[in-house]
């Protein structure tokens, strides 16, 4: 392992350090999540998953960083992007439970708010399959949008709030690679079972294992972009 890898590895763990090893560092910061939910979904999204963007990058190029990576505008579509998914989150694990206890579910609230029983694993489960069935395939779509732009714009922070050629860019996009491995397979085999154990973890601690997860959004794309790179050889 290189000093860097050593370096990054020490970083991105030593961000949870302090909140298993402090009650009192734990118990601020999960009254900050409740408190304020979606400015700590933002920073936690800003951080998290960049950092995630940042490991993919390394995987495609040997790299963490390079001048034209644009980590402020990447850290800001994350923390953005991170806002909705919370917001995603309050609306299916609330609408989930309504539509399961039409389907005859005796108190699903209840059932949430307890501890884990094949009912809330369940539940869990379904709550994540309709959020990965509507809503992250909006996400992932998103994020490909924004990422190509903030690579056209050469990272710069001033560019990337000038307007996004959007159609242009759905225009560009590899749907063979999107549709036949970041949507069809990643949502079925990796972000349904991933977000069902979301759903399971009290409440504070869901958007921060979301945003750990997002790190793997980021190894994902740089698996994506080589099975690109490589059918593009072998064409």
């Known amino acids: 392992m290189k000093k860097r890898d ?3 590895s020490v970083i991105y763990i030593g961000i949870f350090i302090p909140l ?3 009650h009192a560092v734990y118990e601020h910061y999960a009254a900050f999540s ?3 939910a979606f400015t700590a979904s933002f920073l936690k999204f800003a951080l998290l998953a960049t950092m995630g963007e940042m490991l993919g990058m390394r995987i ?9 990576f644009g980590i402020i505008p ?45 009912q809330k694993v369940a539940l869990s ?6 959020l990965n069935i509507f809503f992250a395939p909006v996400l992932m779509i998103t994020h490909k949008v924004t990422d190509t732009h903030i690579v056209e714009t050469g990272g710069s922070l001033r560019k990337f709030f000038s307007v996004v050629d959007t159609a242009r860019i759905l225009d560009k996009i ?4 999107m549709w036949g491995f970041v949507l069809k397979k990643t949502i079925p085999f990796f972000w349904i079972p991933a977000h069902t ?28 972009a080589n099975k690109r790179s490589d059918s593009l050889q072998e064409a």
Do not use: N
Request: overall charge positive; aromatic content about 14%.
């Open 20 to 22: 298993i090893i402090s």
């Open 34 to 36: 409740r408190e304020w």
């Open 74 to 118: 990447r850290a800001i579509v994350w923390g953005i992007l991170g806002v909705f998914t919370k917001a995603a989150f309050i609306i299916f694990s609330g609408g989930v439970p309504s539509i399961m206890m039409h389907l005859g579910m005796t108190d699903p609230a209840a059932i949430m708010a307890g501890g884990i029983t094949v």
């Open 197 to 224: 154990i979301t759903f399971l973890l009290p409440s504070e601690l869901q958007i921060l294992f979301a945003a750990v997860l997002s790190t793997a959004l980021g190894l994902i794309l740089a698996f994506a």
């Open 6 to 8: 050593l370096l990054f």
């Open 60 to 68: 495609r190029t040997g790299k963490y960083y390079s001048k034209d």
């Open 174 to 177: 590899d749907w063979r690679t």
């Open 125 to 130: 489960f379904c709550i994540s399959f309709f």
